[in-house]
């Protein structure tokens, strides 16, 4: 024991680090912060350490180039002694990441502890929330698979829509004229050197602020932040009613940090590592990208945006964005903290929330892509041949043949891209079917070229027997004046 | 410092013959002579930085200056004519101009070649016109959709429905002694490069 105190001294002689780290540790906080609320801030940062030291693992066995990442994430998968659980836990550290730091921004925002004198923390964090996304999409191209290949398409798509640059852009991201080599190496560049420098600069830089600032007092309504009084305020608070950071509030982050590795672990455990999905040949074209979880709202908003409106959206919506997380603290930087007395504040996470996690939700199964297969592979349900006319089966013949059933389902089968088809012949009339299905409109793409009059004639023969068995389909009463014949009228059993 | 400047003050006056000094005195009184040179020092390391930032600038945009005037587009022969029936459309592959040592199978490309009618070629990219996903042909309905976000094309890559402003990337085509040869090099992208805008081929 003595030899220990003996080193430790020789050393803190030549370092002078015990005193500050002790003031650190030691420092007075407000009695009421030490709740499982303000555990997400330390929790972040174990699962960056996490994050860094399964990091340096993988990067023991991973190669960053075009022709051998593929297979080095196999290896690691496969070959490696518990290789896969490195990288499941490298994978699912990043979902758990960002959804900590979301919450840890979502709750900051909440107490108001952006207010004065914690503006440039917040400010601080907004980069790190950034940079956390910005390890998250490059993270995804380092497996670089089917789906990153494709993602990188996406990302280059949407760089060159950038007035005038575009195109320098879009070569600059790539490396080159084409998703490549080059691309991966310099993406490898940002995720392993370039953000991990500014994470652990910018997350010192945080934690040092909280520091020295101190921890953001529990907000009561009606307490009201003054730049004039509110320091004299929270120190008289920290005296009155504080206590030691340590060992006072600091069980609570030990235990929900631990809490937080054993689920990653769980979850690495459970579920494994993410991929890699089919190699990253750009000649294999039977594919169907789709991002990573925390981008998926994204590709729900590139598909549901009007086409005029998705330029500036994807342009200038992310600047005004960031923007407004900026100007945050300096447009409320004083007054109530409580989110009893804040209510837009209250209504602005939760529209944030249902809008994400129904974007999330939409893109989990992209009612807007076409099935590809659906016309191959769903059949039509039984029940709509039973009792048909030989038109009519050719018409539910040509209705599979010509991808139909790509968008359109039947019996909750096949695309979503088109409305549902099961009681079409209730809402179309026979020259409104034949006409949608001739000129199209309304999304849908103009058949007259792929039909011939024969198929045109059973396709709407069959799409006429589509409606429930005590509803009659749409008629149109003056085809029937006008044609002067009701046996033309639809041909209806 | 506080000390070292109140050193600095008194010994760089008295001195008395130095040319330098008395011509900084007469400029400007205030400077001492430790002040000029770490001026002068940071001076030099600015003309330093200022010299090394042209070489890491250019390294930095070498893949745009590279590409300047198309050079990345080389003329790429897909095959024979006649592999590529009439009025219909196939995939055919083919390898990218330009090649790193570490591109793998990345470098490997595909693309729709729609024979109209004897050297009438269309030679569509297969990166969909939104957002570059790619598009898979299917013959019996005449139409190109894409897997993600529903843009469909017609057979001639006009734009049918979905998302794409525009119609499928075109890439200019020709056919010479018997083989059918594209200009190709870069990722076709909405905000264009100049070789893949929709215009007809040079047969049509």
């Not at chain 2, 940071?42 to 945009?61: D, E, H, K, Q």
Request: hydrophobic residues 45%; positive net charge.
């Amino acid at each position: 024991m003595r030899m220990i105190a003996k080193l430790g001294e020789w050393f803190d002689h030549r370092l002078q680090l015990a005193a500050p780290i002790r003031e650190a540790v030691e420092h007075p906080i407000p009695r009421n912060t030490a709740s499982w609320w303000y555990v997400f801030g330390s929790a972040a940062l174990t699962v960056f350490l996490l994050q860094i030291v399964t990091g340096v693992l993988l990067a023991l066995i991973y190669v960053p180039s075009g022709s051998e990442a593929w297979s080095s994430l196999q290896a690691l998968n496969h070959d490696v002694t518990l290789g896969w659980f490195i990288r499941a836990m490298h994978g699912w550290g990043s979902n758990f990441m960002v959804a900590i730091v979301l919450i840890h921004m979502m709750q900051v925002f909440l107490f108001g502890a952006y207010k004065f004198p914690r503006e440039l923390t917040w400010i601080v964090g907004v980069f790190l929330l950034l940079m956390t996304l910005g390890m998250a999409f490059t993270g995804q191209i380092m497996r670089f698979d089917q789906d990153a290949y494709w993602g990188l398409g996406i990302g280059a798509s949407i760089a060159s829509r950038v007035p005038i640059a575009g195109p320098a852009v879009v070569k600059l991201m790539l490396g080159g004229p084409i998703i490549a080599g080059a691309t991966l190496s310099r993406f490898f560049a940002l995720h392993v050197f370039v953000i991990p420098g500014l994470l652990i600069g910018f997350v010192a830089l945080h934690v040092l602020m909280v520091l020295k600032l101190g921890i953001n007092e529990w907000p009561m309504p009606g307490r009201i932040v003054k730049r004039a009084t509110y320091e004299t305020e929270y120190h008289e608070l920290t005296k009155k009613d504080g206590a030691p950071f340590f060992p006072y509030a600091v069980w609570k982050d030990l235990f929900f940090a631990a809490f937080i590795l054993l689920a990653i672990a769980a979850c690495a455990l459970y579920f494994g590592p993410f991929g890699p999905t089919g190699k990253p040949d750009p000649t294999i074209i039977q594919t169907a990208p789709k991002p990573d979880y925390f981008f998926l709202w994204l590709y729900a908003l590139l598909s549901l945006l009007p086409p005029s409106l998705e330029t500036p959206a994807l342009l200038i919506g992310p600047v005004l964005v960031i923007i407004g997380l900026l100007l945050l603290p300096f447009l409320s930087g004083e007054g109530e903290k409580s989110w009893k007395r804040r209510p837009i504040a209250v209504l602005t996470v939760l529209l944030l929330a249902i809008t994400l996690g129904t974007f999330t939700h939409l893109a989990e199964y992209a009612p807007w892509s076409p099935h590809m297969n659906a016309w191959s592979g769903d059949p039509v349900p039984e029940r709509y041949l039973r009792g048909t006319t030989a038109l009519e089966r050719q018409g539910a013949l040509v209705f599979q043949a010509k991808q139909c059933r790509n968008c359109h389902s039947l019996g909750d089968l096949g695309g979503l891209r088109g409305p549902s088809l099961d009681g079409v012949a209730v809402r179309l009339t026979q020259d409104q079917l034949i006409r949608q299905v001739i000129q199209g409109g309304g999304n849908m793409p103009a058949y007259a070229k792929n039909l011939s009059p024969a198929e045109t004639t059973a396709l709407v023969a069959f799409l006429r027997t589509l409606h429930p068995p005590g509803q009659a389909p749409a008629r149109d009463a003056a085809r029937e004046v006008a044609l002067g014949d009701e046996k033309r009228s639809g041909g209806q059993p | 410092m506080s000390n070292e400047t109140l050193n600095a003050t008194p010994t760089a006056t008295p001195i008395p013959t130095s040319d330098e000094s008395s011509k900084d005195a007469s400029n400007d009184p205030g400077i001492s002579r430790r002040g000029f040179f770490m001026k002068l020092g940071i001076l030099f390391n600015g003309l330093v930085a200022a010299a090394l930032a042209v070489p890491i600038t250019r390294f930095l945009l070498s893949s745009i200056t590279r590409g300047s005037g198309n050079a990345y587009l080389s003329w790429v022969p897909l095959g024979s004519v006649n592999e590529f029936p009439e009025g219909e459309t196939r995939l055919a592959t083919f390898q990218n101009p330009y090649v790193m040592p570490t591109d793998g199978k990345t470098v490997g490309t595909a693309c729709w070649v729609r024979r109209v009618e004897g050297d009438h070629f269309q030679v569509f990219a297969v990166n969909c016109a939104h957002l570059g996903c790619p598009v898979r042909w299917f013959p019996q309905s005449g139409l190109f959709m894409c897997p993600c976000h529903g843009g469909a094309y017609y057979r001639d890559g006009s734009r049918a429905s979905g998302p794409p402003e525009r119609g499928l990337f075109e890439y200019p085509s020709k056919v010479e002694n018997g083989l059918i040869t594209i200009q190709a090099g870069e990722l076709p992208t909405p905000g264009g490069t100049a070789a893949l805008a929709t215009r007809k081929p040079p047969c049509a």
